[in-house]
T-cell receptor
């Protein structure tokens, strides 16, 4: 799982509760990503950030929020507005964009957080 | 939106056999990558092939890319039980015209029995 740490490994959410998933990387990567994976499905992009203090919506941002106050950290909050939060959440990072790096956006993934609803 | 579609969805083979999985995508790309995911774990990058390359090798892996057909294949030779995993292709795509993020297919689940 490289230098990306996700915590917790398992998380349970009660009705109406916001929960935050942690993602920390020590790879000195500029770009970070959050994906959602449902059983038997591929990865869907929730949010991504190319640089500190900046982030962009992915395909399924509704009901989620993120922050990028530090280069190493990209926490994801699953809000009460997300009515179907049960899924496997994966965080990833890459060197970033610009110049030749743009063509080499190899992503490094954490081990994931499995979120369930109580 | 999912750019890549892997085929087959599931593949079962015996140890020592070769495994071939295919990926089709919809729009022009800069590069295509293959990733592997063991059950309940994160993804691990296997190989990247650029749009101007047709074939690439890495150990027992061989990847081909046909940009005219918008398709790629991943061949694992002499497979082992440890190759049992899901395999995803991923293509780059401009999102919100602000950067490049990967778009993943739904994956092929490979089971290798000894």
């Amino acid at each position: 799982d490289g230098g990306i740490t996700q915590s917790p490994k398992y998380l349970f959410r009660k009705e109406g509760q916001n929960v935050t998933l942690s993602c920390e990387q020590n790879l000195n990567h500029d770009a970070m990503y959050w994906y959602r994976q449902d059983p038997g499905q591929g990865l869907r992009l929730i949010y991504y950030s190319q640089i500190v203090n900046d982030f962009q919506n992915g395909d399924i941002a509704e009901g989620y929020s993120v922050s990028r106050e530090k280069k190493e950290s990209f926490p994801l909050t699953v809000t009460s507005a997300q009515k179907n939060p049960t899924a496997f959440y994966l965080c990833a990072s890459s060197r970033g964009q610009g110049g030749v790096v743009r063509a080499k956006n190899i992503q490094y993934f954490g081990a994931g957080t499995r979120l369930s609803v109580l | 939106s999912q750019q890549g579609e892997e085929d087959p969805q599931a593949l079962s083979i015996q140890e020592g056999e070769n495994a071939t999985m295919n990926c089709s995508y919809k729009t022009s790309i800069n590069n295509l990558q293959w990733y592997r995911q063991n059950s309940g774990r994160g993804l691990v990058h296997l190989i990247l092939i650029r749009s101007n390359e047709r074939e690439k090798h890495s150990g027992r892996l061989r990847v081909t890319l046909d940009t005219s057909k918008k398709s790629s294949s991943l061949l694992i030779t002499a497979s082992r039980a440890a190759d049992t995993a899901s395999y995803f292709c991923a293509t780059d795509s401009v999102i919100n015209q602000a950067g490049t993020a990967l778009i993943f297919g739904k994956g092929t689940t490979l089971s290798v029995s000894s």
